[in-house]
């Protein structure tokens, strides 16, 4: 079990146990910073749970284990925002609990999994509660996020939680050459700046466009906080013309004022990474009270932008609150 699951070793021994002692959960949240393994982690969960292989549970080969990895076992349904979509609607989260009664097809578990949990609508959200209240004895949730405060507490309540941590260097490095060759320069770098995650890490390596946007609008939030108040609206102007990549940045940013967090605080890095330039930059320019101000105002932020709002308003609001932070 588990074999394909790089690091993350605490996590899939409690899940191994849970399966042999017939000990499974009716609820999951998985936690952790984007493209770290959540979801990975609960594809082998289901195939573990219903492979067909008596000896080896979750095989990857038997009928059940494929169509597992291609997401067309009717016994695993997987919902998340749809494509170009910033949330998950309650539509989705109806169907899926439409399906709920239906015995499963083969196994004796039905696993549903809703991927970016933090993007279901408070309504999605409420409508989830009621089966997570009353769960019918062969539905397993899977709750997969990135940002698990996000999620209503009545069902975070409800799930055994699993936070994932940032992978260690040498996990990385292994998931990373295993998928691509990239000099080791290179794989390094895109490891430091996506801060444990092997995901954002290939992101990175196969998009060194978006290293570079990232870094163009790093300075751009520093030249608002430094007082440039013009920003507000070049910011805001420019990061409303498509949502997919308002809340990458929007993501981008929050893990940033983490760091910059950390550095206040005087712990290390994640990986003990160095510092590099910018990190010294708003670590001079920042202070912890405001920093944090910051971060709320941002998650505030994602909240937000999970509706249909005017992003460029909704963005200006959100500069100039941080303006107005930053000027105390
Ligand atoms: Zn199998």
Same mark, same amino acid.
């Given at each position: 079990m588990?074999?394909?699951i790089?690091?993350h070793q605490?996590?899939?021994?409690?899940l191994?146990?849970?399966i042999q002692s017939?000990?499974?959960?009716h $609820?999951?949240?998985?936690?952790?910073i984007?493209?770290i393994?959540?979801?990975k982690? !609960?594809r @082998?969960?289901?195939? $573990?749970?219903?492979?067909?292989?008596q000896?080896?549970?979750?095989?990857g080969?038997c009928?059940?284990?494929?169509?597992i990895?291609?997401? /067309?076992y009717?016994d695993v349904? %997987? *919902?998340?925002?749809?494509?170009?979509? =910033?949330?998950?609607? *309650?539509?989705?989260? #109806?169907?899926?609990?439409?399906?709920?009664?239906?015995k499963p097809y083969s196994?004796?578990? #039905?696993?549903? %999994?809703i991927d970016?949990a933090?993007?279901?609508?408070?309504?999605? &959200? /409420?409508?989830?509660?009621k089966?997570l209240?009353?769960?019918?004895?062969? /539905? *397993?949730? %899977?709750?997969?996020?990135?940002?698990?405060?996000t999620?209503?507490?009545?069902?975070?309540?409800?799930?055994?939680?699993?936070?994932f941590?940032?992978?260690?260097? +040498?996990?990385?490095? !292994?998931i990373?050459?295993?998928?691509?060759?990239?000099d #080791?320069?290179? +794989?390094?770098?895109?490891i #430091?700046?996506?801060?444990?995650?092997p995901?954002? $890490?290939?992101?990175?390596?196969?998009?060194?466009?978006i &290293?570079?946007e990232?870094?163009?609008?790093?300075r751009?939030?520093?030249?608002?906080?430094?007082?440039?108040e013009?920003?507000?609206?070049t910011? =805001?102007e420019a990061l409303?013309k498509?949502?997919?990549?308002?809340?990458?940045?929007?993501?981008?940013?929050?893990?940033w004022?983490?760091e910059?967090?950390?550095l206040?605080?005087?712990h290390?890095l994640?990986?003990?990474?160095e510092?590099?330039? !910018?990190?010294?930059?708003y670590?001079?320019l920042? &202070? /912890?009270e405001k920093?944090q !101000?910051?971060?709320?105002t941002?998650f505030?932020?994602?909240?937000?932008?999970?509706?249909?709002?005017?992003?460029?308003?909704?963005? @200006?609001?959100?500069? %100039?609150?941080i303006?107005?932070?930053?000027?105390?």
């Amino acid at each position: 079990m588990f074999e394909k699951i790089q690091g993350h070793q605490t996590i899939t021994d409690h899940l191994e146990k849970e399966i042999q002692s017939s000990e499974v959960s009716h $609820a999951y949240l998985f936690s952790g910073i984007d493209g770290i393994g959540k979801k990975k982690t !609960a594809r @082998e969960f289901a195939k $573990a749970l219903l492979c067909q292989d008596q000896h080896d549970k979750g095989c990857g080969h038997c009928p059940v284990c494929t169509q597992i990895d291609h997401e /067309n076992y009717p016994d695993v349904k %997987i *919902i998340g925002p749809k494509a170009g979509e =910033a949330s998950i609607k *309650i539509s989705q989260v #109806r169907e899926m609990i439409s399906e709920l009664s239906i015995k499963p097809y083969s196994g004796n578990w #039905r696993i549903n %999994i809703i991927d970016g949990a933090e993007r279901m609508t408070p309504e999605a &959200q /409420n409508s989830l509660l009621k089966s997570l209240e009353e769960p019918l004895s062969y /539905n *397993i949730f %899977i709750l997969i996020t990135s940002h698990p405060q996000t999620i209503l507490p009545t069902i975070r309540s409800r799930c055994q939680s699993y936070h994932f941590q940032p992978l260690s260097i +040498v996990d990385m490095e !292994a998931i990373i050459l295993r998928e691509a060759e990239f000099d #080791r320069i290179t +794989v390094a770098e895109a490891i #430091r700046a996506s801060g444990g995650s092997p995901g954002m $890490a290939l992101y990175l390596l196969n998009n060194s466009e978006i &290293q570079k946007e990232r870094t163009h609008y790093l300075r751009e939030l520093y030249s608002l906080l430094k007082g440039d108040e013009i920003k507000v609206f070049t910011l =805001a102007e420019a990061l409303s013309k498509d949502k997919a990549t308002s809340q990458e940045i929007l993501e981008f940013f929050i893990h940033w004022f983490y760091e910059i967090n950390l550095l206040l605080e005087g712990h290390p890095l994640p990986d003990h990474g160095e510092p590099n330039p !910018a990190h010294r930059a708003y670590h001079q320019l920042l &202070q /912890n009270e405001k920093n944090q !101000a910051i971060i709320k105002t941002l998650f505030e932020m994602m909240a937000t932008i999970q509706y249909n709002v005017n992003l460029r308003l909704q963005w @200006e609001k959100c500069f %100039i609150k941080i303006m107005k932070i930053q000027k105390g």
